[in-house]
C-alpha cells in the first residue's frame, strides 16, 4: 500500500475501529480545539485530563459544552501527565497527546519504569510529510527527539519509522540514509553511517522488510531525473518513503523548509512507546494538530 496523501491514507485507516485519545494538559486551547474538531468531524474518542474549569472554559470558547464528568482532573501539568499515562497504562486510550505542558514532562511520565509506557527501545519522532511536488507521503526522522544519533541509534530510529509504515500498511518502505553525497566518505560520518546501515541491511537482514539505501543526497532520493543525469541507480531513487536524517538540525530544518516554503502538509509522532504520541510544538498550526492526531490514530 502506498498512500499519495493524508486524505487518501485517512480515508482508508480510519473508517473502521473507532480509536481514543488521551489529551494530557486539556486545557491547553490548541490541543483541545484538535481534539474537540476531529472528534465531531472523523468519530475520534477522547479522555481529557487538566485543570477541569479551565478546559470547560476553553472548550466554551471554541464552541463546545464539555461535561465535567468527562474530564479527570489535575491540578499540575506534573499529576496532568502521571494520570494521562495511566490511561494508556489501564488500556482505555489508544494513543497519547501533549497539551498544556512542557514535552519534558510528559515523556518523563511516558519512560517511568514503574508507572510508565516505555517499552526499553528507543523513542523516537517522525514527520510525515504530503508535499505537492511529491508523488507520495513522505517520512522524515527524527528532527525532534534524538540532536546527535549514533549508528545505534540510527538503528533504533529506523526501526521505529518501519514499524510505523508497516502498520499503516506499506509492505516493503524504502529506506533512504540521507546525506550530502552519496558516496561513502571517511571525513564524513553519515556516509559512513549510510554504508554500515546498508551492509547491515543486505548482510543480515537487520531491518525486516524494507530496501535501504545509503548514503544517498536529497535530490537522488526524490528525483529520478536527477538520478539518470548522475547515473546513479537504486530502486530507492525517485521514489523514497522514508529519510534518515544525519541529526536532529537536519530533520527539523528539512520538515520546517517543506512546510514554510513548499506548501508542505506535516503531521508528527513520537514513537517506541506502547503508543503513538503526539508532541507537536505550540506553534504548530489547527491543521498539522489535526492531522497529527488522525495519523497517530490510523497507526495506533
Not at 97 to 118: A, P, W
Amino acid at each position: 500500500m502506498i498512500y499519495r496523501n493524508f486524505s487518501e491514507l485517512f480515508d482508508l485507516r480510519n473508517n473502521h475501529v473507532k480509536k481514543t485519545v488521551v489529551l494530557a494538559g486539556a486545557e491547553d486551547p490548541h490541543a483541545l480545539e484538535a481534539v474537540l474538531l476531529a472528534a465531531k468531524q472523523e468519530g475520534l474518542e477522547y479522555i481529557l485530563v487538566g485543570d477541569k474549569s479551565r478546559t470547560q472554559q476553553v472548550a466554551k470558547s471554541l464552541g463546545y459544552d464539555i461535561n465535567a464528568d468527562f474530564i479527570i482532573s489535575a491540578t499540575s501539568p506534573e499529576e496532568a501527565a502521571l494520570l494521562g499515562v495511566e490511561q494508556i497504562r489501564l488500556m482505555k486510550g489508544d494513543f497519547l497527546m501533549k497539551g498544556k505542558m512542557e514535552t519534558s514532562v510528559l515523556l518523563k511520565q511516558v519512560v517511568d519504569k514503574e508507572r510508565g509506557i516505555g517499552t526499553g527501545n528507543l523513542m523516537s519522532h517522525i514527520a510525515v510529510v504530503e508535499s505537492p511536488y511529491y508523488h507520495k507521503l513522505l517520512g522524515i526522522t527524527d528532527g525532534g527527539m534524538i540532536p546527535l544519533p549514533d549508528l545505534e541509534q540510527k538503528k533504533g530510529i529506523i526501526k521505529n519509522a518501519l514499524h510505523l509504515f508497516h502498520g499503516l500498511g506499506y509492505k516493503s518502505p524504502k529506506v533512504g540514509i540521507m546525506a550530502a553525497v552519496e558516496k561513502m566518505n571517511p571525513k564524513i560520518q553519515e556516509t559512513v553511517d549510510g554504508q554500515d546501515l546498508k551492509d547491515l541491511s543486505l548482510q543480515t537482514g537487520y531491518f525486516g522488510d524494507c530496501i535501504l539505501e545509503g548514503p544517498i543526497s536529497f535530490d537522488l532520493a526524490v528525483s529520478q531525473e536527477s538520478a539518470k543525469i548522475k547515473g546513479y541507480q537504486s530502486p530507492v531513487s525517485g521514489d523514497v518513503d522514508i529519510m534518515l536524517m544525519p541529526n536532529l538540525t537536519a530533520g527539523n530544518l528539512t520538515v520546517k523548509a517543506l512546510v514554510c516554503l513548499g506548501n508542505a502538509k506535516m503531521a508528527g509522532c513520537v514513537l517506541g512507546a506502547k503508543v503513538p504520541i503526539v508532541v507537536t510544538s505550540r506553534g504548530s498550526s489547527l491543521e498539522e494538530k489535526s492531522i497529527s492526531l488522525l495519523l497517530c490514530a490510523a497507526f495506533a
